[in-house]
């Protein structure tokens, strides 16, 4: 406890010291578990297991990855961190399509005071500036509380509705040609296509388990949580896991924090909308042409 005292006592000095010039940065490790997909992919005889091995590698390459959070006392930038591509990781096409529709790799802005958020965003070769206000998390307090690295850290929930343009909501759909008949079952996989997008279902909200610390108190977090009194160094929210692994408090080297600008300008709503109506074109299309048919000819107008 006096520890605790003893640090948050030197933050706050911290910031009052130096609250105009005052920046911090915390790395973050993002893990998303594929194990349902995974399954589900066994499952499939049409594909066969050297395909198998390698979505399974671009799956891996797609949903675990590292972010940087850069903020200050009123805003915040989180970006994935820049690596070098290996040729072929992403697992072909396909992979590359789904990392399209979990919005590329853009700039995540966020401003507390003003309660708003700019991110770019590519989908299907098209850039997007999606503006619009902060989601008000209602946040329940909880007195759990656990370390990570050095920090004290306390724990919250939340009930949110689930983003329908981000590819983590999906999951794979319960199969009612289980609980038939095994001739009714033959009769199924025989009429049944190769579809993905028919495999899948959005969750229609998630309930997300937040550690914040007070030890460090600015109103930030990674994407777009915020609201509690404290960085958020970890968030769950049942299929994604986005961990701090380090924090540093005015680091030597100090980034600009502001909105990204280019791309086409939307709100979260529409951008929404224009996702989930190419989503259901492709599924069209591949429904009608079959696998491998038309994967070229969806284009953002």
Do not use: H
């Not at 995540?108 to 008000?136: A, C, H, I, Q, R």
């Not at 042409?289 to 107008?301: E, L, V």
């Amino acid at each position: 406890m006096k520890n605790l005292l003893f640090n948050f006592a030197a933050v706050l000095t911290l910031f009052s010291a130096g609250a105009q010039n005052f920046q911090g940065l915390a790395i973050y490790e993002s893990k998303t578990s594929t194990a349902d997909f995974q399954a589900r992919m066994g499952e499939n005889k049409e594909i066969s297991p050297e395909v198998q091995k390698r979505i399974q590698e671009g799956m891996k390459s797609m949903f675990e990855k590292t972010f940087i959070l850069n903020f200050d006392q009123t805003a915040s930038i989180y970006k994935e961190e820049e690596k070098l591509e290996t040729p072929g990781q992403n697992g072909g096409f396909s992979m590359k399509m789904a990392s399209s529709f979990m919005g590329g790799g853009g700039t995540y802005y966020k401003n507390v005071k003003d309660k708003m958020y700019t991110v770019d965003k590519e989908f299907l070769g098209k850039e997007f500036l999606v503006t619009d206000s902060l989601p008000m998390l209602n946040w329940k307090m909880e007195s759990e509380t656990k370390k990570i690295g050095e920090y004290t850290c306390y724990k919250a929930t939340a009930v949110v509705p689930a983003s329908k343009s981000d590819f983590r909501n999906f999951r794979p759909k319960s199969r009612a040609e289980d609980k038939k008949p095994e001739s009714d079952k033959a009769a199924a996989d025989a009429a049944k296509k190769t579809n993905f997008m028919d495999d899948v279902e959005l969750a229609k909200e998630v309930t997300v388990t937040a550690w914040y610390t007070p030890e460090i108190p600015v109103n930030q977090g990674p994407e777009n949580y915020w609201g509690l009194p404290g960085l958020i160094l970890e968030v769950n929210d049942g299929r994604t896991v986005m961990l701090c692994s380090k924090v540093v408090l005015n680091p030597k080297d100090k980034v600009a924090i502001k909105a990204p600008s280019k791309g086409q300008k939307i709100g979260q709503k529409e951008y929404d909308e224009t996702v989930m109506k190419k989503m259901e074109e492709m599924r069209e299309m591949r429904g009608q042409g079959g696998p491998g048919q038309n994967r070229t000819m969806i284009r953002m107008n």
